[in-house]
T-cell receptor
Framework: KNQVEQSPQSLIILEGKNCTLQCNYTVSPFSNLRWYKQDTGRGPVSLTI?????NTKSNGRYTATLDADTKQSSLHITASQLSDSASYIC????????????FGDGTTLTVKP | NAGVTQTPKFQVLKTGQSMTLQCAQDMNHNSMYWYRQDPGMGLRLIYY???????DKGEVPNGYNVSRLNKREFSLRLESAAPSQTSVYFCASKLAGGLVNEQFFGPGTRLTVL
């Protein structure tokens, strides 16, 4: 069964600190992995997208890494800001025409002043 | 360019009532999706439409029906609402094909079934 597991479930950090969120998956055949940010009460918004051949992708203070051999990804947030408080969702898509996706349960990040 | 829009934003139903959630996208995307998100859980696919004229069941289709009215619109219908269908419903769309196939999400509909 295709699965995506994220850790930790929740995380509290101080403003300005860095943090790393983890994602392990068993989805096959792998097409791509995306990290989404979901603010409270809003729909998810894409941060990064990585295909099989990509090891790292950055979007400002967000850097995602992918190890397709171990089926692991991480999202590193640098110099956190209060606005980074959100749920971060790892999504893995299969290589089919519909590109169906499996969603992780998300990591809830709280950045405190 | 509004992206993906959903109506209504909030809805309260009584058990047994029916309603239709509306979704529209203006990005000329081929594929559209309906998800539900329960507290502390990941999004689960209810139904999807890979292209205009086609619909398929997702992971949790029971109790729901969908209509792909045209390329822009994809509606979700609850024929007889149950408390277990209390959730936040998200519609998404995607330009089918290619490896990089990002889904764009609407703002969600918060449904409570009493």
């Amino acid at each position: 069964k295709n699965q995506v597991e994220q850790s930790p479930q929740s995380l509290i950090i101080l403003e300005g600190k860095n943090c790393t969120l983890q994602c392990n998956y068993t989805v096959s055949p792998f097409s791509n992995l995306r990290w989404y940010k979901q603010d409270t009460g809003r729909g998810p918004v894409s941060l990064t997208i990585m295909t099989f051949s990509e090891n790292t992708k950055s979007n400002g203070r967000y850097t995602a890494t992918l190890d397709a051999d171990t089926k692991q990804s991480s999202l590193h947030i640098t110099a956190s800001q209060l606005s980074d408080s959100a749920s971060y969702i790892c999504v893995v898509s299969v290589n089919t025409n519909a590109g169906k996706s499996t969603f992780g349960d998300g990591t809830t990040l709280t950045v405190k002043p | 360019n509004a992206g993906v829009t959903q109506t209504p934003k909030f809805q309260v139903l009584k058990t047994g009532q029916s309603m239709t959630l509306q979704c529209a996208q203006d990005m000329n995307h081929n594929s559209m999706y309906w998800y539900r998100q329960d507290p502390g859980m990941g999004l689960r696919l209810i139904y999807y439409s890979a292209s205009e004229g086609t619909t398929d069941k997702g992971e949790v289709p029971n109790g729901y029906n969908v209509s792909r009215l045209n390329k822009r619109e994809f509606s979700l219908r609850l024929e007889s609402a149950a408390p277990s269908q209390t959730s936040v419903y998200f519609c998404a769309s995607k330009l089918a094909g290619g490896l990089v196939n990002e889904q764009f999400f609407g703002p969600g509909t918060r449904l409570t079934v009493l």
